[in-house]
């Protein structure tokens, strides 16, 4: 029998949904999950906002990012998930620069320097519904005296149909934020950085929806670690799973779409089956 965790966060409850396997070789194997690229460059952006946001309005410049980014670099460059890229010279100098266009795309969507910041990095540990939740939210804002839940994103803005999972975590941090302060935030907001904002109202009605998807998601969850049982959901994301090669369905998956002439060139996973 699997142990149940003591919270859930967002990422853990969305990766069992994804695919309840992958959830078990992560949370319950602890199998490595090797930090891809794209991941690393929105860890780099997040480390650097949140440093910005930490100073004072009317420091918050694009000159206080770069120099930020320069003395923040250096420590994150030998972290060890950094280091397993080995990055050649050229893609290192296209790493930091990528990096770069996400922390400098903030200041194209909003002025940090007019943003009231009441926190960053705030982490929440509560009860929502039956389910024990935890999380970190980006950054806490107030506007006309209200909350205001943000999280940045680093990558491509997805279209209408596939931002579900990416509002049910602001959602959740809002509800987190209420049961924490008391107060409930009157919006949420999504910053891709690259692109444009997603502003979400907080309603009771969407507060209660998302604790409903994740009180039904903690009760498949609790099943699957009663039972020892973690189903596979093979699909187009087995190109991206660090762990196909020890899934035997994700494998199948691969080998089919190979075949079909279905999978991307540049999925990852390609390699087992190429």
């Not at 996400?102 to 940090?112: N, R, V």
């Not at 999972?165 to 959602?171: A, F, P």
């Not at 950085?193 to 604790?211: F, G, H, N, R, Y």
């Not at 090669?245 to 087992?272: F, N, T, W």
């Amino acid at each position: 029998m699997a142990e149940l965790p003591e919270y859930l966060s967002p990422s853990s409850a969305s990766s069992f949904d994804g695919c309840p396997r992958r959830w078990k070789f992560k949370y319950v194997d602890r199998l490595a999950e090797p930090s891809g690229e794209a991941a690393l460059i929105g860890s780099f952006a997040h480390l650097v906002l949140e440093h910005l946001c930490q100073l004072q309005p009317d420091e918050r410049t694009l000159d206080a990012a770069k120099v930020l980014a320069r003395g923040l670099w250096e420590g994150f460059a030998t972290e060890d998930d950094y280091r397993s890229l080995e990055l050649a010279e050229d893609d290192a100098r296209a790493f930091r620069w990528n990096a770069w266009q996400c922390i400098a795309g903030l200041w194209t969507l909003e002025d940090p320097a007019t943003v009231e910041v009441v926190s960053t990095e705030e982490k929440v540990r509560t009860i929502l519904g039956e389910v024990p939740f935890v999380g970190i939210i980006d950054r806490v804002d107030q506007l006309n005296d209200e909350l205001v839940v943000t999280d940045y994103k680093s990558g491509t803005l997805p279209g209408i149909q596939w931002r579900d999972d990416k509002i049910q975590q602001v959602l959740l941090y809002a509800a987190a934020l209420h049961e924490e302060t008391g107060e409930m935030p009157r919006s949420a907001r999504l910053i891709y950085l690259k692109q444009s904002i997603v502003d979400i109202p907080v309603t009771q009605v969407k507060i209660d929806e998302a604790i409903l998807k994740l009180t039904d998601t903690w009760s498949q969850l609790s099943t699957a670690c009663a039972s020892d049982t973690f189903d596979a959901r093979p699909g187009v994301l087995c190109g991206w799973c660090p762990f196909a090669d020890q899934c035997p369905e994700g494998r199948a998956e691969l080998v089919r779409r190979e075949a079909a002439g279905k999978l991307p060139a540049h999925a990852p996973a390609r390699a087992l089956v190429a």
